[in-house]
């Protein structure tokens, strides 16, 4: 480990999925841990190996028990872009870092990670003979080594065009790997409940980790839908709570989402999805509520809102109205436990959402969530603005050739006071959001010229 107040290089090997995650990711999780991100290169783009330079060795397993976009850390001992430049920059290397790990006693493996290429075992094999020079004492062992170094070669991005030679190699000490596993533990097939719109267990929590939850938070979503959001902040041991317009959903009624199944069983609900998990007791409660009239008393309650509002496309954009409300030639059902239901435009979604982040969201609480867009119209100045609220992160995941959802990351900066003086200045950030169901209309009609492009080609 390295002494206090010392700064340590540590390659982070990256998964290649949601790229435009991963940095955001990264950054949140160093700031909650009390490290500060230090780049040590000019930019990562897509390359699944990352140099950084981090405090201390803790605060690098810190980070690998939260990150789902990385796949595993080592603390780097040397780097080049050849074999040559690889061996001199490992007999730079301190000597008394190395010896903790090398001297008689211990155990040690050496492995081989390639990326893009594939190498024989006896090439392997050669590259682990070629670092003799070091001065391992210890004894090999396969199974079950104190420590485990590794050899990383990168052999570029594109499939296509393999080099000969890799243009970079990397030797370090394996710390700890990442939480991919969740991916497929926490996957929404082997969910109890579930729905149209379910969100991806990876993305959960990669959202949970943007937003920076930590234990004993509050974190709340307010289209709560099936709870899938709420899954991955209890993971984190945050207590959490929701609301959602839907009377059906919110208790575990209706027709069911899967397939050969008509109806939802008795218990199939969100408390229900908590307790599969083992997370029952970081469940506070989930209400039928309006999120375009919050029912909250002025303060501030919640460390972080993650939420992926409903864009109209599998899910109706609704809010509840007066019986006065309702447009003429709509028949009245007063005897209906669920209110009068009206278009809610994503305009004034969006406008809502920020307003109530603002106003309860603790100091330095974050709000994180998918904002829908359409790509042709698209540039940054669409993206809803609030002064209480700090833009952290953007990142893109495109739902089609016109289409893409970007998810949000804000910071409150400022305490909230008065949600009239917000109102005029905030109007004009939401227009490109106003019209019923705009995106909805958008989404549709490119989907529909597509059709008919690929009809008109396949005539001819």
């Known amino acids: 480990?390295?002494?206090?107040?010392?700064?340590?290089?540590?390659?982070?090997?990256?998964?290649?999925?949601?790229?435009?995650?991963?940095?955001?990711?990264?950054?949140?999780?160093?700031?909650?841990?009390?490290?500060?991100?230090?780049?040590?290169?000019?930019?990562?783009?897509?390359?699944?190996?990352?140099?950084?330079?981090?405090?201390?060795?803790?605060?690098?397993?810190?980070?690998?028990?939260?990150?789902?976009?990385?796949?595993?850390?080592?603390?780097?001992?040397?780097?080049?872009?050849?074999?040559?430049?690889?061996?001199?920059?490992?007999?730079?290397?301190?000597?008394?870092?190395?010896?903790?790990?090398?001297?008689?006693?211990?155990?040690?493996?050496?492995?081989?990670h390639t990326f893009n290429k594939t190498l024989t075992q006896e090439e392997k094999?050669?590259?682990?003979?070629?670092?003799?020079?070091?001065?391992?004492?210890?004894?090999?062992?396969?199974?079950?080594?104190?420590?485990?170094?590794?050899?990383?070669?990168?052999?570029?991005?594109?499939?296509?065009?393999?080099?000969e030679k890799p243009h970079n190699i990397y030797f370090g000490r394996w710390i700890a790997d990442g939480q991919r596993e969740l991916i497929e533990s926490y996957s929404v097939k082997k969910r109890h409940f579930i729905g149209g719109t379910s969100m991806d267990a990876g993305l959960s929590f990669i959202m949970a980790n943007h937003a920076r939850v930590k234990e004993n938070d509050v974190v709340f979503d307010p289209f709560v839908g099936t709870g899938g959001l709420l899954i991955a902040s209890a993971h984190f041991g945050a207590y959490v709570c929701g609301t959602d317009i839907d009377y059906n959903t919110v208790h575990g009624l209706g027709k069911a989402t899967r397939k050969n199944q008509k109806w939802r069983g008795p218990d199939e609900n969100i408390r229900a999805n908590l307790r599969q998990y083992g997370l029952e007791k970081f469940y506070l409660d989930v209400l039928v509520s309006d999120a375009s009239k919050p029912s909250w008393r002025k303060g501030t309650y919640f460390d972080a809102i993650i939420t992926d509002p409903p864009y109209g496309i599998r899910e109706s954009t609704r809010r509840s109205g007066s019986q006065k409300k309702i447009p003429k030639g709509i028949e009245k059902c007063p005897e209906s436990h669920v209110p009068v239901s009206l278009n809610y435009h994503l305009g004034d979604m969006f406008f809502d959402l920020l307003n109530f982040a603002a106003e309860t969201l603790v100091l330095g609480g974050r709000l994180v969530y998918w904002l829908p867009v359409y790509t042709p119209e698209y540039s940054e100045e669409m993206v809803p603005w609030h002064p209480c609220l700090a833009l952290l992160s953007n990142c893109e995941q495109k739902l089609s050739g016109h289409t893409a959802r970007r998810l949000?990351?804000?910071?409150?900066v400022k305490e909230f006071e008065n949600r009239d003086q917000y109102s005029h200045l905030l109007r004009d950030r939401f227009l490109p959001f106003q019209g019923l169901n705009s995106f909805r209309e958008k989404y549709f009609s490119g989907i529909t010229k597509r059709n008919a492009k690929e009809e008109k080609s396949g005539q001819e």
């Open 1 to 112: 480990m390295a002494p206090p107040g010392s700064v340590s290089r540590y390659l982070l090997l990256m998964a290649q999925e949601h790229l435009e995650f991963r940095l955001p990711e990264i950054k949140s999780l160093l700031s909650l841990f009390g490290g500060q991100f230090i780049n040590s290169q000019e930019t990562y783009g897509k390359s699944p190996f990352w140099i950084l330079s981090i405090p201390s060795e803790d605060i690098a397993r810190n980070l690998m028990k939260r990150t789902v976009c990385a796949k595993s850390i080592f603390e780097l001992w040397g780097h080049g872009k050849s074999p040559e430049e690889l061996y001199t920059s490992l007999k730079n290397y301190p000597v008394e870092k190395m010896v903790p790990f090398l001297h008689s006693d211990s155990t040690y493996k050496i492995k081989i």
């Open 125 to 163: 094999v050669k590259r682990i003979d070629a670092l003799e020079f070091l001065p391992f004492e210890g004894k090999v062992n396969l199974r079950t080594p104190q420590h485990v170094f590794s050899v990383l070669e990168d052999y570029g991005l594109d499939p296509n065009c393999i080099p």
């Open 408 to 412: 949000i990351t804000m910071e409150k």
